[in-house]
Every structure is written in structure tokens, then in C-alpha cells.
């Protein structure tokens, strides 16, 4: 039941565009984006609910497709701040919202 | 405002020790969440509790490990008989109540290593 994240593991020169996937094998209701920098504590990014409502940082773009059951994080001209390990979690109202977590996406970006 | 705290950030042990691991939730947060992650891996659901209610222990591993909640506020993870595979950081999340728009804060974990 984990959602599988997709790329493991991405590569960027600073300023390249980058698309974290994120597809579970259930019907969702809600899908959240954390980034986790090394060390430290996954930062919330961004809540994508059933329906269209999205919650989140500005600057951070994101798609759900309900019938796909499969979301997206869009990074464009990338940062180096943009550095870390990103992470999908998803709930559905099956399991009263509790959120599984994706093995996380891990985006380098080189100067 | 505060963030969520946990203490201690780093804690070794012997196998066989218990460990109590301590969580400080965001003042009005009425959700708490115990995650365990280990080393390159995603984040493991253990125990989350909303309020006053039973709390979901369904993600805790075996019973070894046991969670509490005081007041409302701070909380207690204890792992009993420590095993090497328990080696982990463990994260404290809270949140207003559980539900699909609010997101959760988590504090900065704990590293357990057990040898």
C-alpha cells in the first residue's frame, strides 16, 4: 500500500526543471509533499486534496489525478536550496486519512 | 512560535536497555504522530494521538514499544529490550486535528543506536 515515488534519485544543474511522481494502488482522497534536507525534519510543501483544493508554498507546483491515483511535485528553475529528499504521503478515507508514506525522492542540484 | 522539540537528539544504548524518547508538541496542536525512519528509507507510521481519544497504535512493531501522552501535550515513546534493528531516527509530528488539509510539523528526531 506504500505509494511509489518516482524518479529514486535525480541529478540537476541548477536552473533545469525537474517532476517528482508520486502513484499509489488505492483510491486517494489527499496526497502531502514534504521535503526532509539531511539531518534535519521534513519540511511541509504542499497538500493536494480530492476535487482540486490545494494547500501549499507559492512557489511550489503540484497536480493530482484522481483516476490515475497519482500526483506530481513540478520544480522549475531549480535552486540548490532545492536540494534534499522529497516525500509523498497519502491518505484516503479508508484509513480515516492516516498517511502512508512514499521511500522518498532524493534531487541533487549541482552549481 | 516554537516548533515541535524532541529530546535526546542522539541517544546510543546497549541491546537488551529500554530508551524513552521524548516529544514536545506545538502549543494548541491536539495531534501528535510517532514516525520511525531508517537510514535512506521513508517515514514509518508507529502511534498517533488525537485528544483524549484511545490512541491508533496499529504502526507500532511489536510490543516492546509503548507511547504515552500526558495532559495533552508532551509524550513518551519507550522501546523495551532494545534490538539493533530498533536503530533509527525517530520523528514526532503534531498537527490540529487529523484530517486531510492540515499539515504536520515534525521536530528535528531522535537517533537511537543500539549496539
Known amino acids: 500500500q506504500q505509494p511509489v515515488q518516482s524518479p529514486q534519485a535525480v541529478i540537476l544543474r541548477e536552473g533545469e526543471d525537474a517532476v517528482i511522481n508520486c502513484s499509489s494502488s488505492?483510491?486517494?482522497?489527499?496526497v502531502h509533499w514534504y521535503r526532509q534536507k539531511h539531518g534535519e525534519a521534513p519540511v511541509f510543501l504542499m497538500i493536494?486534496?480530492?476535487g482540486g483544493e490545494q494547500k501549499g508554498h507559492e512557489k511550489i507546483s503540484a497536480s493530482f489525478n484522481e483516476k490515475k491515483q497519482q500526483s506530481s511535485l513540478y520544480l522549475t528553475a531549480s535552486q540548490l536550496s532545492y536540494s534534499g529528499t522529497y516525500f509523498c504521503?497519502?491518505?484516503?478515507?479508508?484509513?480515516?486519512?492516516?498517511?502512508?508514506w512514499g521511500a522518498g525522492t532524493k534531487l541533487i542540484i549541482k552549481p | 512560535g516554537a516548533g515541535v522539540s524532541q529530546s535526546p537528539s542522539n541517544k546510543v544504548t546497549e541491546k537488551g536497555k529500554d530508551v524513552e524518547l521524548r516529544c514536545d508538541p506545538i502549543?494548541?496542536?491536539?495531534?501528535l504522530y510517532w514516525y520511525r525512519q531508517s537510514l535512506g528509507q521513508g517515514l514509518e507510521f508507529l502511534i498517533y494521538?488525537?485528544?483524549?481519544?484511545?490512541?491508533?497504535k496499529s504502526g507500532l512493531p511489536s510490543d516492546r514499544f509503548s507511547a504515552e501522552r500526558t495532559g495533552g501535550s508532551v509524550s513518551t515513546l519507550t522501546i523495551q529490550r532494545t534490538q539493533q534493528e530498533d536503530s533509527a531516527v525517530y520523528l514526532c509530528?503534531?498537527?490540529?486535528?487529523?484530517?486531510?488539509?492540515?499539515?504536520?510539523?515534525f521536530g528535528p528526531g531522535t537517533r537511537l543506536t543500539v549496539t
Open positions: 504521503g497519502t491518505g484516503d478515507e479508508d484509513s480515516n486519512y492516516q498517511l502512508i
Open positions: 488505492k483510491a486517494l482522497y489527499s
Open positions: 493536494l486534496l480530492k
Open positions: 502549543s494548541g496542536h491536539t495531534a
Open positions: 494521538f488525537q485528544g483524549n481519544s484511545a490512541p491508533d
Open positions: 509530528a503534531s498537527s490540529y486535528p487529523r484530517g486531510p488539509t492540515y499539515e504536520q510539523y
